[in-house]
């Protein structure tokens, strides 16, 4: 029978030792703290992450929940070690994650009359409500944007980047993110790509292309949208699967916007309105 989850249809992974390595320097965790976290020896650690012995699954598993992996390397590292992936990852579509699913639906319902999508892990927008589609109508005046990603709608000139007022600021948070993402899984090689090609866009200091360690974000930013029923400005909520047994649902993430403003939440509801 073929396997639920894609990642076993993936090329080989890298050896088990070479991931331990990498994720504890990823994590700044040396092989003593990670053996005693793990209920193991740094002897016998030691010896796994050079190839000498191998690990069983239940010890996997501890090292896996002692690095804080998310579940799509928890999958990739018991690989590693010779075992069959724990955690299934099922398109959102499948009846499998049927209620799970139904759950964004309503969140995206009654997240009207303002926006909410949902983003994988990439940052691709797999859904929305009707009041992003209003919304994003009103800001590119009718036109389509051009990406399905939401990073490259940030960074494109031709696309809401055009119409971000304080677009330096927002675009600095996002790269702080990807950065941030990066620094905590650094074998996605997705990531590492979409940062080289936000990064080739026009006008983007070229300090970008390094993790700010010295400077934090502000905890909440304020996006402003020119727009023809003047300024619009919005902040984000982020909602998240609690303990999710599923790689996608692991992965995704639903973000809400909500009007910094009563102007902005009138024109919302105006939009609404004139749809109704």
């Given at each position: 029978?073929?396997?639920p ?75 590693a ?90 675009a ?18 997705r ?11 026009p ?31 919005f ?42």
């Open positions: 029978m073929k396997s989850n894609p990642v076993s249809e993936r090329s080989p992974p890298p050896p088990i030792g070479a991931l331990l390595r990498e994720w504890r320097a990823a994590r700044r965790i040396s092989q003593l703290e990670l053996a005693l976290q793990s209920d193991m020896s740094a002897r016998h650690l030691s010896y796994v992450e050079t190839g000498k012995a191998q690990a069983s699954r239940e010890m996997v598993c501890r090292m896996a929940k002692a690095l804080k992996l998310p579940l799509r390397e928890r999958n990739t590292l018991l690989l070690g010779g075992y069959a992936p724990e955690y299934a990852e099922n398109p959102l579509a499948t009846p499998a994650l049927g209620r799970m699913r139904q759950a964004i639906e309503l969140i995206l319902a009654h997240q009207e009359p303002y926006a909410a999508f949902v983003l994988d892990r990439h940052w691709n927008v797999l859904m929305t409500n009707q009041a992003a589609v209003r919304i994003n109508r009103l800001l590119m005046q009718g036109r389509e944007s051009p990406h399905a990603n939401l990073l490259h709608q940030v960074f494109d000139p031709k696309d809401f980047r055009s119409v971000m007022a304080n677009w330096p600021e927002v600095e948070k996002f790269i702080h993110h990807l950065h941030e993402q990066l620094a905590s899984v650094p074998s996605d090689q990531s590492q790509q979409l940062l080289n090609e936000i990064l080739q866009y006008d983007v200091p070229a300090s970008w292309r390094f993790r700010d360690l010295k400077n934090e974000p502000d905890p909440v930013l304020t996006i402003v949208f020119r727009s023809d029923e003047g300024e619009l400005r902040f984000e909520t982020i909602t998240t699967f609690s303990m999710p047994r599923d790689v996608t649902l692991d992965e995704l993430r639903i973000e809400c916007a909500f009007p910094a403003d009563d102007h902005t939440a009138a024109v919302c509801a105006r939009l609404a309105a004139s749809e109704a």
